[in-house]
């Protein structure tokens, strides 16, 4: 059974404070890795898509890595804007739902404090 | 603007009562999918349909039902077999994911259904 676990579940930072996000995960073969923000009683909005070990996506303050086992989210410099819950998600390769399904972690929520 | 609408935004069920919950995008994209959020939790799948007239189940499909009628529209039933469907609907589309090597799932911005 595919399982991702995002860590932590909730991180407080000061504004320009560095750090990361982490998205840990079993499955039947990587397809893709998958990260999202969602704002309050908002949708998840696209972020990235990982697809093999040692690629890395950047988009303004935010920098997607992945390993055989788990994705990072580094977040550098962050601002008051960028509070949100990040969510990580993986497609497998294999299994009765490969290709189709995504299976999503539980988030982790950043706030910015400025 | 393509996009993914959802209606309404906010929903009131009474026990016992069905509730649809709509789902329209012009994307142009094959598949559709409807997930649940519960607070503090992450997406769990209820439906999928990758194309029209077929659907499939998710990991939570007991007490719901979908139709997929049009490319553009997927429904989503709240039956009253649901017995804690309080909780935040998301639905998303993308292209077929076995035909492509990008298979972004785009969302909605999402129903929040309360049972009275």
């Known amino acids: 059974e595919d399982q991702v676990t995002q860590s932590p579940e909730a991180l407080r930072l000061q504004e320009g404070e560095s750090s990361s996000l982490n998205c840990s995960y079993t499955?039947?073969?990587?397809?893709?890795l998958f990260w999202y923000r969602q704002d309050p009683g908002k949708g998840p909005e696209f972020l990235f898509t990982?697809?093999?070990a040692g690629e890395e996506k950047e988009k303004e303050r935010l920098k997607a890595t992945l390993t055989k086992k788990e994705s990072f989210l580094h977040i550098t410099a962050p601002k008051p804007e960028d509070s949100a819950t990040y969510l990580c998600a993986v497609q497998a390769l294999y299994g009765n739902n490969a290709g189709n399904m995504l299976t999503f972690g539980g988030g982790t929520r950043l706030m910015v404090k400025p | 603007d393509g996009g993914i609408t959802q209606s309404p935004k906010y929903l009131f069920r009474k026990e016992g009562q069905n509730v649809t919950l709509s789902c329209e995008q012009n994307l142009n994209h094959d598949a559709m999918y409807w997930y649940r959020q519960d607070p503090g939790q992450g997406l769990r799948l209820i439906y999928y349909s990758q194309i029209v007239n077929d659907f499939q189940k998710g990991d939570i499909a007991e007490g719901y039902s979908v139709s997929r009628e049009k490319k553009e529209s997927f429904p989503l039933t709240v039956t009253s077999a649901q017995k804690n469907p309080t909780a935040f609907y998301l639905c998303a589309s993308s292209i077929v994911p076995a035909l492509a090597a990008y298979n972004e799932q785009f969302f909605g911005p999402g129903t929040r259904l309360t049972v009275l």
């Open positions: 990982l697809y093999s």
């Open positions: 499955v039947s073969g990587l397809r893709g």
